[in-house]
């Protein structure tokens, strides 16, 4: 099923808006819930009405239907426009907004990552820095260029030179038996999968640190892990010129996650 966007559309001109990316297994989207209620936090700070989520969960039935993945691992990408219209930077009044819900394909990674840290820099003070918005480009750059470097993901740092995130996932490491991760403050998404393991650390009675730090501290680590909520928790076996093996609390927090994510 392809999905038309008319090119006067303010998300496809100007990235006037936010989206969502939902992992559905044997065609039941998992954290749906939780995914809607940040779309609404980010509607909130962008000034865009809510969707309606009985409508939505309805376009995420179809969108699954209409690409045959009823009974397989998919990524559900639910796109939230401002709609068309307006000239330039200014919205029209009244907005509508267009939702665009599409499935595609999503098997799990095989294996650990590679990470290499990269040029391309968060602006922490901006509010878009901790929303999920149509304006990704930083995350593709950092993305390209961690690639041009060999490795299958890029470790992304604000303008302080603080450690941030992954180009399309939030960052973790272990530091004394402590788990550590980027506070939102440092332009930090706050990802559905992020939330998740913290509490699951905390139940597990690991000492839990949100933290500023430099890239130092990863390369201290005992070990460093990724999430999202496509992925869950996938390992780090190396950071440039360090390189890991299985941790233990890593191995632990992954199966936990996987075990909730087949529960919702």
Partial sequence: MTAAVPSD????????????????????????????????????????????????????????????LIDARAAVRLTWTAGSGGRGLDRPAPLQPRLVVTAAPAPAPSGPASLAIVSVRRNESSATSRLKTLSYLDNVLARREARGLGADEAVMLNVAGEVVCAAAANLFWISEGRLCTPALECGVLDGIARGQILQLARAMEVTVCEVRAGAPALARAEAIFLTNSLIGVRAVSRLEDREWSAHPLTSGLATAWAALAESA
Avoid at 17 to 46: D, K, M, N, Y
């Fill in 9 to 68: 559309d303010r998300g496809f001109l100007l990235g006037d808006g936010l989206f969502e990316t939902v992992l559905a297994i044997a065609g039941r989207p998992r954290f749906l819930g939780e995914h809607l209620a940040r779309l609404a936090r980010g509607c909130a700070v962008l000034g865009l009405p809510i969707p309606d989520d009985d409508g939505v969960r309805r376009a995420v039935d179809q969108a699954l239907a209409g690409a045959g």
